[in-house]
Nanobody
Framework: QVQLVESGGGLVQAGGSLRLSCAVS????????MGWFRQAPGKEREGVAS???????TYSTDVKGRFTISRENAKNTVYLQMNSLKPEDPAVYYC????????????????WGQGTQVTVSS
């Protein structure tokens, strides 16, 4: 059974940084594309960043230049480095996995973590 466990969320001041981690077990991690998504209260889930098996990545317009997605296949882990956090970034952040190419479309992902809360104080 595939399991994804996020960690690293918390409270940070605006302008600060956090690094989220997502540990994956139960499948050949290196063959899967990974994505980070977020959902704020009252809003729809949105794609933040995605990365394919070889490291190619895409970002949403809102986070491009501030967030960096990376993966460490030897540790079955994907990361989201979040810098210059803004008051509009708070949400529950989820990682997800899928076979095939990376995409920002959440409906195409097969496996999801439980989420980690990110809060930004102004």
């Amino acid at each position: 059974q595939v399991q994804l466990v996020e960690s690293g969320g918390g409270l940070v001041q605006a302008g600060g940084s956090l690094r989220l981690s997502c540990a994956v077990s139960g499948h050949s991690f290196s063959n899967y594309a990974m994505g980070w998504f977020r959902q704020a209260p009252g809003k729809e889930r949105e794609g933040v960043a995605s990365i394919n098996w070889s490291g190619g990545s895409t970002y949403s317009t809102d986070v491009k230049g501030r967030f960096t997605i990376s993966r460490e296949n030897a540790k079955n882990t994907v990361y989201l480095q979040m810098n210059s956090l803004k008051p509009e970034d708070p949400a529950v952040y989820y990682c997800a996995a899928k076979q095939g190419g990376a995409t920002m479309r959440g409906t195409l992902y097969d496996y999801w973590g439980q989420g980690t809360q990110v809060t930004v104080s102004s």
